[in-house]
């Protein structure tokens, strides 16, 4: 029977009963420019999966379950589409080794690089390994390895900081020359292929920039805009990177227009003809995080290259959005210190269960109500963002959003206080220490027989190479072996992540147990409370209220192992 056990994010685990005598490997790879045959030293997609396919048939142990491929994907955070399949596949039992080439492949952030290493992957069961770097966790439990492979990360990350000052610095010279163009063109635009750093108009798209533009002149709404564009077909922004073999990933070529979009081209100054520098700078050996610069910041190359639409157009439409970010300016003024008590508790936590879009916080404007937090009201952002042409209008106000979050960390708090407190009635008895002693001697036990096991392996070797046995011979034996050791290596990995779960669940200083002591006594939900303890809130059209909280894999282990301490059997 398979066990179901989950991680702080709020994910299940479904974790299956493990027969085998090998650990299913996951092939991680990553290239922060999408590989297209160029040089580069080595490290393709392609040959970073030969390189660990090869790995794979020399170690028996070790069976492919996947290849996860991040293609144009920065090692500097783990935001990365193939990063999170692999991660859901480890949650849900299917994956229990990854194998990378190098560490700079895993990422070159080297405190999130190694929370991996040191504390997720152990507390999961999961063992790494990462060839050139000679590391894999199964057997490196010795000073050296443990200093070497934080240095690593520490190099990878220097080494990534390096780089970004050197192009960046390269970058705003080419800028003052007029000699850089951004990596993708605007929508309606296509870079030259004849004038080096020069724009060509799209004629396919370039006719949907100036209906766009003439809409908003008109005073037509952006959602309209966006209903507009969806039903006349017209192809977004996304779609016609695919088109033009920019992007290649499918689920960009079914986008839907979104009001974000809209607002994104009625501000960009490119469409008159110039080209704008700094508008979304960043800056990783700065230190400075993408983000939207205010526009006295920008800096501009007039004349560059065909204007879409006109100077006096583009002039009238930003007035329009002057003006009205006057007005609601002044109206937010007026409401400013009501409004400041309202404080979305759930930012970042709260979705659409229907369509997986964030929930917009709305605070509320309307005079017939009160300006107060019970009054304000979470709407589908995916309705909001698409025109109306996504998903459903559902809102749900502020007061049952909290209402159903604080029963559930009542729940858990009730669960955590009840085994706190087995766990000190347990502590120093006779069963913590027979617990304590099963576990440690699995552990040797295992390490025993691997080190005989290595033995008559290497006296196998020495048998061959006397002559004593052939190669038909030597080949039948080592094979049993090393599934042998295969078992054995499999088994020990587990019993340690069990006995390193154990010393977690037997110290009481865990995170859990620090977090929800936060919870004793609430009345009210506060966005520190939340941040701690709720991994995510779903809102369903029906109203329906869904609560992830975090802590979930160490309560399911704490249940597990006060279990056994109690002498229960569980499957």
Not at 286 to 305: F, L, S
Not at 397 to 407: D, G, Q, T
Request: charged fraction near 30%; hydrophobic fraction near 35%; charge should be neutral.
């Amino acid at each position: 029977m398979a066990r179901k056990s989950r991680k702080n994010t709020g994910a299940v685990i479904e974790t299956p009963v493990q027969t085998s005598n090998y650990f299913s490997t996951a092939i991680y790879v990553r290239l922060s420019i999408e590989n297209s045959g160029k040089d580069d030293d080595g490290d393709s997609i392609a040959n970073q999966i030969s390189f660990c396919k090869a790995y794979l048939t020399e170690h028996a142990d070790l069976k492919l379950y996947g290849i996860y491929e991040d293609n144009g994907e920065k090692g500097t955070n783990f935001d990365r589409p193939e990063f999170k399949r692999m991660m859901d596949d480890i949650r849900s039992g299917k994956v229990k080794c990854v194998l990378v080439k190098d560490l700079s492949r895993f990422g070159r952030d080297y405190i999130e690089t190694g929370e991996y290493l040191e504390k997720i992957f152990p507390f999961m069961g999961i063992r790494f390994i990462s060839i050139t770097d000679g590391y894999d966790s199964l057997t490196c439990d010795d000073a050296e390895g443990a200093l070497m492979i934080p240095l690593k990360n520490m190099i990878n990350d220097v080494y990534a900081k390096d780089i970004s000052r050197k192009i960046i610095t390269s970058f705003r010279a080419r800028q003052e020359k007029g000699e850089f163009l951004p990596a993708f063109a605007p929508y309606g635009y296509v870079k030259s292929k004849q004038v080096a750093y020069r724009y060509e108009v799209d004629q396919e798209t370039a006719p949907y920039v100036r209906m766009i533009f003439e809409w908003k002149a008109e005073g037509v709404s952006h959602n309209e805009i966006c209903k507009r564009l969806n039903a006349m077909g017209a192809v977004t922004p996304a779609r016609r990177k695919v088109d033009l073999g920019i992007w290649r990933a499918e689920r960009y070529k079914n986008t839907v227009w979104f009001g974000r979009t809209i607002i994104d081209i009625l501000k960009n100054p490119t469409y008159t003809g110039c080209i704008v520098y700094g508008r979304i700078p960043k800056s990783l050996y700065e230190g400075i995080k993408m983000h939207r610069t205010p526009e006295e910041e920008w800096r501009y190359v007039p004349n560059a290259h065909e204007p879409i639409i006109s100077q006096e157009l583009f002039d009238k439409v930003q007035k329009m959005f002057a003006d009205r970010a006057k007005k609601f300016q002044k109206k937010m003024n007026e409401n400013a210190p009501l409004r400041e008590l309202v404080t979305n508790h759930f930012k970042g936590k709260i979705y659409c269960g229907d369509c997986g879009k964030r929930m917009r916080f709305v605070k509320p404007t309307d005079k017939r109500y009160p300006i107060d937090q019970n009054h304000a009201v979470y709407v589908c952002g995916g309705y909001l963002d698409s025109g109306y042409s996504r998903c459903s209008r559902h809102s749900i106000r502020y007061p049952l959003v909290a209402e159903a979050v604080l029963a559930a960390i009542k729940v858990q708090l009730e669960f955590a206080l009840k085994q706190e407190q087995l766990i000190r009635q347990m502590r120093g008895s006779e069963k913590e220490k027979n617990l304590i002693d099963k576990y440690v001697g699995r552990i040797n036990y295992l390490s025993q027989e691997l080190k005989k096991l290595n033995g008559r392996r290497e006296a196998l070797f020495e048998s061959f190479a006397e002559g004593i046995l052939d190669e038909t011979e030597y080949q039948f034996a080592k094979k049993k072996y090393d599934d042998e050791a295969a078992g054995i290596e499999k088994k020990l990995t587990d019993e340690k992540a069990k006995k390193a779960q154990l010393d977690d669940v037997l110290s009481l200083s865990n995170e859990w147990f620090t977090a929800i002591h936060k919870a004793e006594n609430i009345t009210e939900i506060d966005s520190e409370l939340v941040k701690h303890l709720v991994s995510s809130v779903k809102i369903f059209e029906d109203n329906r209220v869904e609560v992830e909280l975090n802590f979930k894999d160490q309560r399911y282990i704490f249940n597990l192992i006060i279990a056994e301490m109690a002498g229960e059997e569980h499957e």
